[in-house]
C-alpha cells in the first residue's frame, strides 16, 4: 500500500524546518528508524552534506536516522535497501536532472509504489507528479526529460500563490502560467498552497492542512478543493 | 551594426500594447516599411494569427507593416530577406522549443549581427541573451536546447520583481533563484525591471528607460546599475 506525502513546502513563515509536519512524519514514518534522503535539488546552492544534516536534525525530534543519497557508492541498492524517503525542495531542474542521470527516478518509484513512506516538499513533491512542467523554478540546468515519478495521476504547483491584483506587474500570474501548460498538455494540476500537503494512503488520496487548494483541469474553469477533499476522483 | 532593443515587457500597466516603446521603435525601425513578426511564444496560447494582428496594429500607428513568420513556407528564406524583426513575449520554453527545431535561432541570429533591426519583449528579450536559463515561465514544453541567440554577452531576466519582505510567502524570491543559477553558470545577468529596455547600437549596449537595473554576477554581490549605464562593460 503506497504511502505519500507531498508537502507545498517544508517551512511555514516564523516556524523551523520541517516543524508544522512533524505529526504527519510520525505517522507516515511510524515503525522505521531510518531514511534516505534526497538532498539534490540544493536550495540556494549548498552542499550535499549541509542539506542532509539539516533534514537529520529535523528527523532527530522524532527519532529517525538519516542518510544522504549522494553518500552512496552504488546509490540505486541504497534506495532498494532504504526502509522510506525524504527528497527536500529546491531547484526542481537540479533534482530532476541528477535523478535522471544517475537512473535513479524509476528506482526511487519502484521502492515507493511497494508501500515504502515518502515525502517530498517542494521540488521533492513535484517529482512525485506525471512531469515536472508546472514548477516555478528557473531551469539552470538542463535535464535529459521533465518526466517525473507519476505517483499520482497529476501535477503539482507548490508554493502555489494567488493573484495579487494590487500588484502592478504585467508578469503572468500562476494561474496564467498553469493556463499555459494546459494548451499543450491535460494533466490536472493542483495548486497547493504552503500549509497544504497531498497525503496517498494506498488508492485514496486526499487534501490535507487547513487550506483549500486550487484544482486546474483542461477546458474548465478552475475551482477550489476543500481541505480533506478527494484527490483520486480528479 | 547592429540594432536591437530587448524590453523587460511589452506593456505597462494601464496602457496599450508596445505604447511605451513606440519612440523606441521608431527610431529603431527608421526607414523600414515592413517587419517579421515571430508569435511563437504564444501569451496565454492564443493563435499565431491573432498574436501578429495585436503586433500588426501596434507597428500601423508608426506606419510599418507586419508579416507572421508562421505564415511562410519557407521561413529560413523569409527571415534572411526581411528588413527586420520584433520577437514578442509569452512562454520562452514554446518561444525557444519551435526556434530550434525550425532551425531558425541561428538564422535570427545571423540576420540581426548583420544590422537588421530587432526588437524584442519579455520572451522575445530572453532569446537574445546567452541562454534562456533565466527565464521566469513555466517549462510547459521541452526544448532541444536551452541555448539562445547570445547578441548580448548576458541573461536578461525580464519583469524583475524586487523582493517584497511583507509578503510571507515562503517561494524563492527572484534574487534568490538568480543566485541559484550562478552555481551552475558564469554568465552575468541583468534584472530588467517593466518600464526598462536594453539597447544595442553596434558595440554600445545601455540601460534605457528611467529605472536602474539589478545586475548579478556570479561570486559577487548584486548590484543597482543606474538608467543609461553601460551594459557592455560587464
Known amino acids: 500500500m503506497m504511502k505519500i506525502v507531498l508537502a507545498s513546502t517544508s517551512t511555514l513563515p516564523g516556524q523551523d524546518y520541517l516543524a508544522y509536519l512533524q ?13 534516505i534522503f534526497v538532498p539534490y535539488a540544493r536550495p540556494g546552492g549548498i552542499s550535499h552534506d549541509d542539506y542532509t544534516a ?26 532498494k535497501h532504504a526502509e522510506g524517503f ?35 516538499t ?12 508546472t514548477t516555478n523554478d ?6 535529459p526529460s521533465f518526466e517525473t515519478m ?8 507548490p508554493h502555489y500563490l494567488d493573484p495579487m491584483p494590487e500588484i502592478k506587474h504585467m508578469g503572468e500570474t500562476r494561474e496564467t502560467r498553469i493556463r499555459e501548460f494546459h494548451t499543450q498538455q491535460d494533466v ?9 500537503w497531498i497525503e496517498v494512503s494506498g488508492t485514496e488520496i ?14 474548465r474553469e478552475a475551482y477550489e478543493l476543500g481541505a480533506g477533499g478527494d484527490l483520486a476522483i480528479l
Open 138 to 143: 528557473m531551469p539552470i540546468v538542463y535535464p
Open 188 to 196: 490536472p494540476v493542483i495548486g497547493l498552497r504552503e500549509g497544504s
Open 23 to 35: 505529526p504527519v512524519m510520525q505517522r507516515l514514518f511510524s515503525g522505521i528508524s531510518e531514511i
Open 86 to 120: 525524504f527528497t527536500g525542495g529546491g531547484n526542481t531542474f537540479l533534482l530532476v536532472k541528477q535523478l535522471h542521470e544517475l537512473e535513479l527516478m524509476d528506482v526511487l518509484r519502484q521502492e515507493t509504489e511497494k508501500g515504502k513512506p515518502y515525502l517530498g
Open 122 to 133: 517542494s521540488a521533492g513533491s513535484n517529482i512525485g507528479g506525471v512531469n515536472m512542467q
Open 54 to 79: 539539516r533534514a537529520a536534525a529535523a528527523f532527530a525530534a522524532i527519532g529517525i536516522r538519516v542518510k544522504g543519497l549522494h553518500t552512496f557508492e552504488d546509490p540505486a541498492t541504497a534506495l
Open 150 to 157: 507519476g505517483l499520482v495521476p497529476f501535477n503539482l504547483n
Open 206 to 219: 486526499r487534501l490535507r492542512g487547513a487550506l483549500s487548494a486550487r484544482i486546474f483541469k483542461a477546458g
